[in-house]
């Protein structure tokens, strides 16, 4: 069953341009001379939050107006880029939206979220577990809990993959970074109803590849830990229906270390002068891992986003690979 049509994309797609005009996809000849592919970025850490879950919050929340659902208040989880985007689509349609964060989140997307008008709770020692405890809070305080993965925020991320195919529809390969899963399956998706041959290839850390270990049973794995600084990657818990769609469109998932993700990102901005969050350098460090395979020809990766922390970001630039400690 497809998860969503072409005409409830030009809807997702209206709700979304009212803040998120089409992202910019550039052929960066830096990047090709670097790795001797065509690379295209897809520059979605140009929306208003810096990331590609901005088109979310606002097509869910639209959603709920549409069909005369909207709560008193909303709540979720998340590490920041959903939580930034469910805040601004509360915002708009004037409710309150209380977000859990797990503890020693980064502190510059906590900001961000209280300032698009997110209520924060500080809890869980990651994300799964304020996930538990946002559930928990959902019941208590009577608000509509927002998922991470849901056919009306994959439908609002999907709008990037439109812009995409049609920016570029000759595309070999995209390369995109799997969180919870809304990315990969809104351009699968996309790439499907637009009848295009594009080979779309996932991409998870090392550090956290319940995704890759889901892919590769069959069935979801959890793991114990997701020790990434790409927190946008570092999920423990795959859902079922994620892993379902991105089992039959993607190709293959790409598993890269802490290490190549510090390096794409130096590279991103030595090439481009752009900021790439760890997760929003995942893509580019796997074409890297994997470039001799397409030499010369046309490939896109999705840089979802640019929230990182300044001094995380500055260690970055200065070499080293940042290391996240157990909690």
């Known amino acids: 069953m497809t998860l969503f049509s072409l005409d409830d ?9 009212a803040l998120v005009p089409p992202t910019p996809a550039y052929a960066w000849p830096l990047l090709a001379r670097r790795t001797g592919v065509n ?21 869910y929340v639209d959603a709920l107006q549409r069909s005369n659902m909207l709560p008193k208040g909303l709540i979720t989880a998340t ?12 915002k708009r349609a004037g409710i309150p939206a209380a977000i859990v964060v797990p503890e ?54 999907a709008t990037y993959g439109r812009e995409l195919f049609a920016d570029h529809s000759c595309l070999d390969a995209v390369y995109v970074p799997i969180g919870m899963g809304s990315g990969i399956c809104g ?7 637009l009848g295009l041959k594009t080979e779309i290839i996932g ?33 423990r818990e795959p859902q079922a229906e994620p892993l379902e769609i991105i089992r039959k469109g993607a190709s293959r998932l790409v598993r890269v270390t802490d290490d190549e993700i510090a390096a794409a990102m130096r590279l991103l901005y030595v090439d481009t002068h752009n900021i790439a969050e760890g997760a929003g350098a995942a893509a580019l460090a796997a074409l890297i891992k994997e ?5 010369g020809r046309r490939v896109a990766v999705i840089l979802t986003g640019g929230n990182i922390d300044m001094p995380v970001f500055a260690r970055v630039l200065q070499g080293e690979t940042p290391k996240v400690r157990p909690r």
């Open 104 to 157: 020693g989140n980064s502190a510059e997307k906590n900001a961000a979220m209280e300032a698009f008008g997110g209520e924060l709770t500080i809890a869980g020692r990651d994300f799964d577990e304020s996930r538990a405890i946002a559930r928990h809070l959902q019941l208590k305080k009577d608000l509509h809990f927002v998922p991470s993965f849901h056919r009306d925020l994959v439908v609002g991320v």
């Open 203 to 235: 991409v998870v850390s090392d550090q956290a590849p319940a995704f890759a270990l889901s892919f590769e049973a069959g069935r979801p794995i959890s793991t114990e830990t997701a020790h990434t600084f790409a927190d946008g990657l570092a999920c």
């Open 79 to 90: 590490r920041g880029n959903h939580g930034q985007s469910i805040a601004i689509g509360a």
């Open 291 to 295: 470039r001799l395979s397409f030499q």
């Open 187 to 193: 351009l699968i998706t996309v790439r499907d109803l």
């Open 39 to 59: 690379v295209i970025v897809k520059h979605e850490n140009h929306t208003l939050t810096g990331s590609f879950k901005a088109r979310g919050g606002l097509s």
């Open 9 to 17: 994309l030009a809807i997702a797609a209206t709700a979304v341009r």
